[in-house]
């Protein structure tokens, strides 16, 4: 309840935000600039609700939007000047300086690329690499999403009365908690397709801070026995079978078994224990045999 009461105070924060600053003047987005990182940040707030982060995880987020917010308007207001300078050597006919210019602006270009990339790759390692891509389409068309965003909030959006919040939140609840066994091995999957990616922040974002195991310990003990496998290529040509697992549900508990995990290893089979945890299911326990 507290995380979306959380979330709720902070969409209309935002959309508020976006909305005192839309009632002054602009003569087009580029002139709000306040708005603009409003409607990123509200953005980001709805794609992270819909992928069941945690508050903390949404702070992280939202604190990477300003430092990748700082890097995209320093590299924009270079190309600005650039723009200018390239028009006026082509106005001039000044080959030597268009040409530079143009090499310049060219340059800068990569660099919005890759800070592109870089910030997919940081959000990356709170989500798994389905929610991970999600955050790509929204990034790569940043612009677009965010015209389609504008257009909606000017049509009265910007009221929000908390009613209308909550109900928005509870319309865009996690499919797990309408189908708990769909959200259960979607979990699984996404610990096995980190295995399978040997992405091992990909897969220890399944388990939860919680976890114990006999032989393990907690969380960070599981990562590193996941780590020392990677790093002696246990897990390369890695292949899994879920066809045959099957479900058991106790309450917010569940058990997933068999898990089928063949590679360089031989064949294990694992039986995982997850437990709901804010709406999401993360792995608090497993077993293993075959080892």
Not at 138 to 146: F, G, P, Q
Not at 267 to 279: K, M, R
Request: with cysteine.
């Amino acid at each position: 309840m507290k995380k979306a009461m959380w979330s709720v105070g902070l969409v209309c924060t935002l959309v508020l935000a976006f909305a005192s600053v839309q009632a002054q003047p602009c003569a087009a987005a580029a002139d709000c600039p306040e708005a603009d990182a409003a409607l990123e940040q509200l953005m980001l707030l709805q794609i992270s609700k819909e992928l069941d982060l945690y508050p903390d995880e949404i702070i992280q987020v939202l604190e990477g939007h300003e430092q990748y917010r700082d890097v995209m308007d320093g590299i924009d207001s270079k190309a600005a000047a650039l723009k200018a300078e390239l028009q006026a050597a082509i106005d001039a006919g000044n080959a030597s300086a268009a040409s530079s210019a143009m090499s310049a602006l060219m340059d800068l270009e990569e660099q919005k690329l890759s800070a592109q990339h870089a910030a997919v790759a940081e959000v990356g390692t709170l989500l798994d690499k389905v929610s991970q891509a999600k955050v790509y389409l929204l990034i790569v068309d940043l612009e677009a999403n965010k015209a389609e965003l504008r257009q909606k909030l000017s049509g009265g959006a910007a009221v929000c009365p908390m009613q209308a919040a909550a109900a928005a939140t509870t319309a865009a609840a996690p499919a797990a908690a309408a189908d708990p066994q769909a959200g259960i091995m979607t979990t699984v999957k996404a610990w096995t397709d980190g295995l399978i990616a040997q992405d091992i922040d990909a897969a220890m974002a399944t388990f939860s801070e919680n976890f114990e195991h006999y032989e393990y310990g907690d969380k960070a003990g599981v990562k590193d026995f996941i780590g020392q496998a990677i790093d002696m290529g246990y897990l390369e040509g890695l292949e899994v079978e879920l066809e045959d697992a099957e479900v058991e549900l106790d309450g917010g508990e569940a058990t997933v078994y068999p898990i089928e995990l063949m590679g360089a290893f031989g064949s294990v089979t694992f039986e995982l224990v997850l437990t709901q945890e804010g709406g999401a299911w993360k792995v608090t326990g497993m077993d293993a045999s075959g080892i």
